[in-house]
């Protein structure tokens, strides 16, 4: 793949992770109040993101909104991912900037971008590339530049240490007890790169994350996960893949 693709993908990587501020509909193993509730702002918060640790598996859905968006930033991300480096997921852009789609398992990575995306990323003298490329997914490594860092998204650890960074960056506070989708939680607020962010923390069984909120200068994002739920291992067929190299 010609290096101005590759240094797309790879920018593109390297932001997606940072971009989401994890919330989570955790699966609870046990329905009985866990006491977090109790707790102060900061270990509420601490113990969310312990409970990231212990989970096998993640799926993380994200919706942004923002009159400022371009056909460069994410608007919506749906990931299924566990330990076992199975990974399946779907990226989608503002205004017309298509969508990508992710698959990985164990060290091998596909990618399948739709014809908008194509158009709007490949460089003028590549534009023949489009009809070519449209429906097929590209297969590497995460050893290979580009996918390597796109493969980020497909880390549990990469939206564990985001949740981490974002509610450690200044003074947290206690709200209220609530419910998110029938889920009863204990929110924590704050700040995080001048949005205000809600975090809704499981009040019962482990204290995962449920929701992740941030709004601010007409940008809004909510994030939702589910831990602990069987990711799909399957890969696609050689007869819709053209290798990364080619």
Partial sequence: MPRTRKATLGALGA???????????????AQDDNG???????DI????VSAFNDA??????????????????A????????????CVGTVGFAADGGSLEVVRHADKVWLK?????????????????VQKLEGKFLQGTTQDQGLSDLARICSINEYRDTLK???SAGTLKKGSE?????????????????MDLTLSVSTQGKPFPVRATSKGDGDSQTTNFTFDQPVPDKTPPAGETVPWGG
């Fill in 36 to 42: 977090v509730a109790k707790e102060s702002a900061t």
């Fill in 113 to 129: 971008a739709d014809a908008a995306w194509l158009r709007n990323n490949l460089p003028a003298g590549e534009s023949q590339d």
């Fill in 45 to 48: 918060a601490n113990r969310a």
């Fill in 165 to 167: 960074d974002a509610t």
């Fill in 15 to 29: 932001t997606l992770c940072a971009t989401v501020l994890v919330g989570t509909a955790g699966t609870a193993h």
């Fill in 75 to 86: 608007t919506s991300l749906d990931v299924s991912a566990d330990r076992d480096n199975n």
């Fill in 178 to 194: 609530t419910t998110v989708d029938g889920k009863p939680v204990i929110d924590v607020t704050g700040k995080h790169d001048g």
């Fill in 56 to 73: 096998r598996s993640l799926h993380v859905t994200t919706e942004r909104t923002g009159s400022g968006l371009s056909r460069t930033d």
